[in-house]
């Protein structure tokens, strides 16, 4: 049975083209655990996930052994403390790299996502005011990947997984609201961790199909635009 | 020689939680008081210069800022030990539990504290009935958890508790300012025994101001803000 052996039964609730799942994908391709992906209707949310995520009725939920996991990040440190003796370890061990690490996850689930979010619901100024403070922001994640070939160093750690999982997102609202957020000129670094990430073993195989991502996503823009003028 | 300092301003639910896990973990450190009005010192400015804002923890010069960060740095730099209590539990289980009431506790229970003494008109109103709520929410998610207290996941103060520390002092100026009670012991049992167990407690009594100290803070806020934003804060 998919998902039940030696890392005993592990369910994730979701839908493939969440990042927040994406995320959570990462991580259990990272330590190679088998899972079984049970897709969600958002529409009509289903008993399991009302039952193991009462608080916040949202995907992604982890359910090992019977028992719930909620929210992505949290899920992460999760599978990264249960499953610590399998490499990698994506949490540093020295307490203050793993501060620096926590804080830049903070940063992109408190600033990063809802400016992202500005640029997918924003029309107009709004959007172009929303698309500069997401590249600021990125800006700022730049300068915190300095050197490295991935924020963990050379290996992918937790920030990686934290952006990573957002990437196919993010790069499907540049196309669907016609903006520029990865700008290889402002983000050189980034653009190259881009690449590389995309292309790195665990993550290749769970990033969303892009054609359907955009699809999705075009849907739910057009209920919040206005039309094009003239018809 | 170790050096701690924590940043702070008095009123600070963020900085309440950080100064409960040093005291928790009996670790001595500076109170360092920065100013609650503009303008924001060098000292702040260079030591939080993504948020410039309190609480920053400062560990023999390095600074680490945003409090639920903080709290795990805490525990992390001063690990579990014979003289050492931990601020979270062993398994990885129960950590997930602790930090995901801490994640409440930040993003949803404070923010709609903060919003009920800085807004006013409908988001008043919906900041006073999503409390409430959120109280229960808690009460609930500590049955859900199924021990018997006093702390969340039981007897021994976890992350989830030490976010939670501001209620504390907040409870009288919440009801004051939204003109309404928490339900009462008898709904909400678990959250009364944690607000009495918390309340003995001389570290958190040493962490938080005394409650009629905030109440008269917010008050004096809310009639700022209501002069100065009428819209809110």
């Not at chain 1, 209707?41 to 090992?64: D, F, G, T």
């Amino acid at each position: 049975m998919e998902g039940c052996g030696e890392d005993g039964q592990v369910k994730l609730l979701g839908v493939a083209y969440s990042p927040f799942v994406v995320r959570v994908r990462i991580a259990l391709a990272l330590k190679g655990i088998h899972y079984e992906l049970i897709e969600e209707n958002i529409q009509n949310k289903s008993e399991l996930l009302l039952q193991s995520n009462p608080v916040h009725k949202k995907i992604p939920v982890l359910i090992h052994n019977g028992k719930s996991v909620c929210e992505s990040m949290i899920i992460v440190q999760y599978i990264e403390e249960k499953w610590e003796k399998k490499a990698p370890n994506v949490v540093p061990k020295d307490p203050y790299d793993q501060s620096i690490a926590r804080f830049w996850v903070a940063f992109i689930d408190d600033k990063f996502i809802p400016s992202i979010l500005g640029v997918f619901k924003g029309e107009g100024e709004e959007k172009q005011k929303a698309v500069e403070e997401s590249v600021a922001n990125l800006v700022l994640l730049e300068e915190a990947l300095s050197g490295k070939g991935y924020f963990g160093g050379d290996e992918i750690g937790l920030v990686d997984v934290a952006l990573g999982g957002l990437l196919a997102t993010v790069q499907t609202i540049e196309r669907v609201t016609d903006s520029v957020i990865i700008d290889t000129q402002k983000l050189p670094l980034l653009s190259t961790w881009v690449h590389k990430f995309c292309k790195a073993e665990g993550v290749k195989e769970v990033l969303p199909d892009p054609a359907k991502l955009f699809e999705f996503l075009s849907e739910i823009r057009a209920k919040f635009t206005s039309p094009p003028t003239g018809n | 020689m170790e050096e701690v300092k924590l940043l702070l301003i008095r009123s600070s639910p963020f900085a309440m939680s950080c100064a409960l896990a040093l005291r928790q973990k009996g670790i001595k450190f500076e109170e360092v008081h920065e100013n609650s009005l503009p303008p924001k010192t060098d000292r702040l400015l260079r030591s939080n210069p993504v948020y410039k804002q309190v609480p920053v923890l400062i560990h023999n010069g390095k600074p680490v800022s945003q409090s639920l960060v903080i709290l795990e740095y805490i525990e992390e730099a001063w690990p579990p030990s014979d003289t050492t209590p931990s601020l979270l539990p062993g398994s990885a289980y129960d950590r997930s539990l602790s930090r995901f009431w801490a994640d409440f506790i930040n993003k949803k229970f404070i923010e709609t504290g903060l919003k009920l003494m800085k807004r006013f008109g409908e988001e008043h109103a919906t900041a006073r009935k999503e409390i409430v709520e959120q109280f229960i929410t808690m009460e609930e998610g500590m049955r859900a958890i199924g021990s018997e207290g006093p702390y969340f996941l039981g007897d021994k103060m976890s992350l989830a508790d030490v976010a939670l520390v501001p209620l504390v002092p907040w409870l009288p100026s919440f009801e004051a300012l939204g003109e309404f009670k928490f339900p009462a012991p008898e709904q909400c049992g678990r959250m009364h025994k944690w607000l009495d167990a918390m309340r003995e407690l001389p570290n958190v009594v040493a962490s938080v101001p005394p409650a009629d100290w905030l109440l008269q803070y917010t008050a004096t806020l809310r009639e700022f803000i209501a002069e100065h934003y009428p819209g809110g804060a």
